[in-house]
DNA sequence: CGTCACCTTGACGAGTCTCAAGTTGTGTGG
DNA sequence: CCACACAACTTGAGACTCGTCAAGGTGACG
């Protein structure tokens, strides 16, 4: 996909009329950078300075890597989302691709300059950020105050809103990442993760009819196993 | 404080110029409310909208309760503060006062439809949000992959941002929430909090004259201890 | 059919939570 | 100014969850 065909993407997904969006796309072209980036990879945007991805196709992982080797996987990112990747903070984040994928990168000043006179798409993309933040909480509060199971069982929900239903009804959940990323997430470790969808398994709240593939049998179960913090009871 | 000099307060900290600022208030009046809150309490806001909330004075943290009691506190506020205040999610969130406080409250929606014509006021507020998420996701690198020892040392620097330096040179941190409210933070309970505490102190990297004051004596010993997955080597 | 990466399962131990007791500090009333 | 009550904090001992290490299983691909 070459890099005006990513940034009509980006200009529909963001919410631009059929009639702004090819000027839409002009002004942002110069500062538009689109990368094919490959499993595992990690491309390298404008050092030292605050840059937002759009994904364009795929999934990508935002992770803060420490240098023992620990990795805290900050986000998953879909086709469609936009990741907010800061420039300076205590730690460093990298955006890396799980399979192949395609992101377009602006640097984030340059950006907000291009669309000033554009309200209604800042204003798409302030309610991308604040998707992110929201989601980024969300977790936060599984990694603070939550059990491993706890984690697992709410993490397979989140990941069920890109799920399909299937045709006996169970909703069926691709998840791409492998464990290790799905470990890094949720600060647990792979054995942790491995024994608690074991345990869902033997509990008859799930299928996983293969490793990458999860059929949530009883999502009301996983829910009640989740714990979450809503307005319940 | 009053409305008036709530809105003035905000208008100053967003950045707005001397000319324009009047005319800012006035867009935004109709839409903002005041809330004086004392110690522990919360106040409602309007349910089920996404609320901007701007710290005019005291502290105040952002909370997610469990109905089992479990806490987590995803933030704390100093004065001057944007807290986005999410509607829905799957944990219920509510802005708690740490000793008196003022808070400055906008309807989401409304905020943005009041100031659509004033990009530099949008981008302000983009700034503060995106502040936010680069603390949430600091701290949740915190909560997923950080021993007891290595939060307590990151959110001792992390708080160290509002000190002042003392006369002897070190860095003097006024807590002003409690070791709960830490405890809720760091997602550990306040036995451990209390312990940490002491284990630094006898190792000489802090002192504490008194409960709510910590003083830095050894920064780059407490940011070693923290083990910030910077650019270190 | 062999190799390899990835996942699963088991046994054990470290780190943190829980429970319980003690200490410090703060405000209140005499 | 002192005595007391109470909340917040500190410290200690034992329990439990989850991490670590090690061995085995499973599926993909040549």
């Not at 094919?36 to 994904?55: I, N, S």
């Not at 929900?157 to 890094?184: F, Y």
């Not at 509990?203 to 319940?232: C, K, M, W, Y």
């Amino acid at each position: 996909m070459d890099l005006t065909t990513g940034l009509a993407c980006f200009a529909e997904a963001i919410g631009a009329g059929e009639s702004e969006r090819q000027c839409l796309i002009e002004a942002l072209r110069p500062h538009a950078r689109i990368h094919r980036v490959a499993d595992g990879l990690e491309p390298k945007f404008d050092q030292g300075r605050a840059t937002l991805v759009y994904v364009v196709s795929g999934h990508a992982k935002l992770v803060a890597r420490s240098p023992d080797g620990r990795a805290q996987v900050v986000a998953f990112h879909f086709k469609g989302d936009v990741v907010e990747v800061p420039s300076r903070a205590d730690h460093n984040y990298s955006v890396c691709a799980i399979g192949t994928c395609e992101l377009l990168a602006f640097a984030h000043a340059e950006l907000l300059g291009a669309v000033r006179g554009n309200p209604a798409f800042l204003e798409a993309v302030f309610g991308s950020v604040i998707d992110g933040l929201v989601r980024c909480r969300e977790n936060a509060i599984n990694l603070g105050r939550k059990s491993a199971s706890e984690r697992v069982a709410g993490f397979l929900l989140t990941m069920a809103r890109h799920g399909k239903r299937g045709q006996d009804g169970a909703l069926v959940v691709e998840l791409p990442m492998s464990r290790r990323d799905v470990s890094d997430c949720l600060g647990l470790t792979i054995e942790t993760i491995s024994r608690q969808i074991s345990d869902l398994r033997k509990q008859g709240l799930i299928a996983t009819p293969s490793r990458a593939r999860v059929e949530l049998l009883d999502a009301d179960g996983l829910r009640e196993r989740a714990n979450h913090f809503a307005s319940a009871k």
